[in-house]
């Protein structure tokens, strides 16, 4: 079976005109990613979760490109970025996003990341503190402490049961559409032009298959990066520099919002936004609510 011809991951309408690709050498790899706004402005890198891509922002993006110079890349292995076969985890997008930083000539930036995003810029501003000016976390954190247990046994049969969930999704095109009820507090209460983009971009997602195996090769080793090298990290948290901002979907059913207040009370001076009707991806649903609280953020002094 093949994918339809019109299943393309365009970027959406508003964000066409921004789309730009660079060359990372030390990676070898390609890097999509929209950018806007002033080059003198303050950098801020929006940072898209898993299975996902920079679309993500795209109601947050103009807006704050006003203020900033915004750049919201598609994560290698994801989107319109080069996927190719290797090990995807935590540290190698710390590796790719400062080499983008690099590329792109920004000293330091405000690193806004959601669900496995957060946790990447999370990652970022804590092993190389002086590239993160802020640190604003959409339903993403290092320390989960509310999460589904994971059994060993599922990760081993994780690889045979992720290519047969996916060639299901493949044959029906509405399954494949509500597989994305989870992560919203009322997919049906978007508005249709957001529903009728949804549907079209995890259709061309499930096609994609080297963007299948990228997010399974990080499934299959976040669990044990959270078990370890996330410990040592959270230890750092408390006296992290980095001026940190917590935001949360109040009815997240992916990550409860538990985690998000754990980890606002970890780091002193944090501010946790609470987003009324929104699940793990608030920047979708209440965008409004989120860009207030990033541009209230934003004029913050920093620490």
Known sequence: MSAPNELTMAPAAQLAPYAKTIALPDLDLNVFYFEAGAQHRRPLIL?????????TWRHVFEPLAQRYRVIAPDLPGFGRSDKPRRPYDVFFYVRALLALMDALNVSYADLV???LGAI?????????????SRLILLDGTLNIVEQP???????????????RYFEALRRAPQAAYDSLR??????DA??????????????????????????LSIRLRLPWFLAFSARRLVRRIPTMPVPTLVIWGEQDRILPIGNGITRAALQPRTHLVRVPRAG????????????????????????
């Open 113 to 115: 990341g959601s669900s």
């Open 120 to 132: 990447i810029a999370e990652v970022l501003a804590l092993t190389h503190p002086a590239r993160a």
């Open 190 to 215: 978007l508005p249709q032009a957001d529903r009728d983009f949804l549907s079209q971009r995890v259709n061309a997602r499930v096609w994609d298959e080297p963007q299948r195996l990228a997010a």
């Open 149 to 163: 247990a994971v059994n060993p046994l599922q990760l081993l049969l994780l690889p045979i049961a992720d290519r």
């Open 280 to 303: 793990h991806l608030p920047h979708q649903e209440q965008p409004a609510v989120v860009l207030e609280a990033l541009l209230e953020q934003g004029h913050k002094p920093a620490a």
């Open 47 to 55: 940072i898209h979760g898993l299975q996902d891509e920079a679309d």
């Open 182 to 187: 989870p992560y919203y507090a009322d997919l």
